[in-house]
């Protein structure tokens, strides 16, 4: 596709349950970054991945929150034991290298009841 | 780490006026300072940004300001258009890496 795509848009879960959210960046995209937005206000980061490895995850708030990239393109923000506090638009982004434009996808929406 | 402050948090201007947006940052280690445009519901996407080997950089109606030295960073539109009304954001990086840490978001509402 021609822009970053996140999967899913809306997600809504129970207090507790596990969570999965699909990031596929712009295709040749070496950096690729999760970052969280909260209601009104500016997006907070959370990981970034050059390649496979995670070369930042200073923004990840707990060991609840975990992400992968295993083949250096599609990427995976896995959080356990969701919490209510946990709702927020989780946005993916990519950029061509790490000193480049980043490109946000339209986020995955995450509702915890 | 880094700290990025934006003003105003609402702003509302006449068709046709000129807007101002202003942030400041922490970190004098910082040296990319990109503006993003959020409308509602929608992705950020980025409007322009400047590094810090420059002072000033415009596009069209758009321009930007760094001031390394008090280490601040401001957004000019002028002419603005009912089309400009969304939510801005700056956001600011060192070398590493390009981690934004972005401002609270500035809302603008352009009145016809």
């Known amino acids: 596709g021609a822009g970053v795509s996140q999967t899913p848009s809306n997600k809504v879960t129970e207090k507790g349950k596990y969570v999965e959210l699909r990031c596929d960046p712009i295709?040749?995209?070496?950096?690729l970054y999760w970052y969280r937005q909260s209601l009104g206000q500016g997006p907070e980061f959370l990981i970034y991945f050059q390649g496979t490895g995670a070369a930042d995850d200073s923004g990840l708030p707990n060991d609840r929150f975990f992400a992968v990239r295993p083949e250096g393109s599609v990427s995976t923000l896995k959080i356990q034991r969701t919490e209510r506090g946990d709702s927020a638009v989780y946005l993916c982004?990519?950029?061509?290298?790490?000193?480049?434009?980043?490109?946000f996808g339209e986020g995955s929406r995450l509702t915890v009841l | 780490g880094e700290n990025v402050e934006q003003h105003p948090s609402t702003l509302s201007v006449q068709e046709g006026d000129s807007a101002v947006i202003k942030c400041t940052y922490s970190d004098s280690a910082s040296n990319y300072f990109p503006w993003y445009k959020q409308e509602l519901g929608k992705r950020p996407q980025l409007i322009i940004d400047?590094?810090?080997?420059?002072g000033e950089k415009k596009d069209q109606r758009i321009a930007v300001t760094l001031n390394k030295t008090a280490k601040h960073f401001s957004l000019h539109i002028t002419e603005t258009q009912p089309e400009d009304s969304a939510v801005y954001f700056c956001?600011?990086?060192?070398?590493?890496?390009?981690?934004?840490?972005f401002g609270g978001g500035t809302r603008l509402m352009v009145k016809p």
């Open positions: 400047i590094r810090s080997n420059v």
């Open positions: 295709s040749g995209h070496t950096a």
């Open positions: 956001a600011a990086s060192g070398d590493a890496g390009n981690m934004l840490t």
């Open positions: 982004a990519s950029s061509l290298v790490s000193t480049g434009e980043l490109f």
